[in-house]
T-cell receptor, first 112, second 114 residues
Framework: GEDVEQSLFLSVREGDSSVINCTYT??????LYWYKQEPGAGLQLLTY?????DMKQDQRLTVLLNKKDKHLSLRIADTQTGDSAIYFC????????????FGTGTRLKVLA | GAGVSQTPSNKVTEKGKYVELRCDPI?????LYWYRQSLGQGPEFLIY????????DSGLPNDRFFAVRPEGSVSTLKIQRTERGDSAVYLC????????????FGPGTRLTVL
């Protein structure tokens, strides 16, 4: 089946690290993504990871992938108030289609 | 234009009416995706095009929904006999090709069915 799940809320203090988690069910996923959605703005791609990798670092962002457990996480180092937004993980299918399945989103609130 | 544009930004209609939502992708992008986002949910895949053809329409909820992309650029999502449950934000995204990893999203059309 196609299911991508995330916890709904996360609250952290400015300067701390944030870790947003995601689980998915499709073992044929080729790529997994993290998107950011701010109020009144469109979805913005933050980073992505190929399914045969287990880690990717991009400045303050670290993506960890545990393919065996179908678990993806996004760590934001030194979280800032501007990081407050909704974060979506998404998977791209690898078997005969390039459709994307998005999670329900995690609302990150950064406290000053 | 520089980004993906969608028109109208807001559409209010009455139950049973027909609506068309338009998406202008980034010039040169061959892949175009439609999603529906209900309040508090993530984008729900509807359909994607590679060029003029619908490569995967498995997300369209029923036969009241239809989308076209006749010249491989602009796409129109058409909803017949609208229902209150169709109320949502309809998002469009484009990418260089369907194999490319970066989708660029438009601002969405907020559809309200009264």
């Amino acid at each position: 089946g196609e299911d991508v799940e995330q916890s709904l809320f996360l609250s952290v203090r400015e300067g701390d690290s944030s870790v947003i988690n995601c689980t998915y069910t499709d073992s044929s996923s080729t790529y997994l993504y993290w998107y950011k959605q701010e109020p009144g703005a469109g979805l913005q791609l933050l980073t992505y990871i190929f399914s045969n990798m287990d880690m990717k670092q991009d400045q303050r962002l670290t993506v960890l992938l545990n393919k065996k457990d179908k678990h993806l996480s996004l760590r934001i180092a030194d979280t800032q108030t501007g990081d407050s937004a909704i974060y979506f993980c998404a998977e791209k299918h690898g078997s005969g289609t390039y459709k994307y399945i998005f999670g329900t989103g995690t609302r990150l609130k950064v406290l000053a | 234009g520089a980004g993906v544009s969608q028109t109208p930004s807001n559409k209010v209609t009455e139950k049973g009416k027909y609506v068309e939502l338009r998406c202008d992708p980034i010039s040169g992008h061959t892949a175009l995706y439609w999603y529906r986002q209900s309040l508090g949910q993530g984008p729900e895949f509807l359909i994607y095009f590679q060029g003029t053809g619908a490569a995967d329409d498995s997300g369209l909820p029923n036969d009241r929904f239809f989308a076209v992309r006749p010249e491989g650029s602009v796409s129109t999502l058409k909803i017949q006999r609208t229902e209150r449950g169709d109320s949502a934000v309809y998002l469009c995204a484009s990418s260089v090709s369907s194999g490319n990893n970066e989708q660029f999203f438009g601002p969405g059309t907020r559809l309200t069915v009264l």
